[in-house]
């Protein structure tokens, strides 16, 4: 059964930094496609960042310049690393992976972010 566990959520001052991870166990593969997405409220899921297991990140307009995604794959480990947060990051963020051996992604319960201005 494969487990998401995110950390690194909390309540930060506008221009501040904050790192979230995420460790993948469950499973002896590691995963293709390692994500994160966010969800204010009464918005829609969007994604933030993603990096692939071949080592290429990708970023939403938003989040360009000012967030950084990396992983640790003999970990299984994938981190955000979120600097000069503003107060529309608010949000809970998603870890997702994808694990193409299965034909699925998995996705973790979230954590809190809350940027206050």
């Known amino acids: 059964q494969v487990q998401l566990v995110e950390s690194g959520g909390g309540l930060v001052q506008s221009g501040g930094s904050l790192r979230l991870s995420c460790s993948v166990s469950g499973s002896i593969f590691s995963p293709n496609l390692m994500a994160w997405y966010r969800q204010a409220p009464g918005k829609q899921r969007e994604l933030v960042a993603s990096?692939?297991?071949?080592?290429?990140?990708n970023y939403s307009d938003s989040v360009k310049g000012r967030f950084t995604v990396s992983a640790d794959n003999a970990k299984k480990t994938v981190y955000l690393q979120m600097d000069s947060l503003r107060a529309e990051d608010t949000a809970v963020y998603y870890c997702?992976?994808?694990?193409?051996?299965?034909?699925?992604?998995?996705w973790g319960r979230g954590t809190q972010v809350t940027v206050s201005s």
């Open positions: 990096f692939t297991n071949a080592g290429f990140p």
């Open positions: 997702n992976v994808v694990f193409d051996v299965f034909r699925r992604s998995y």
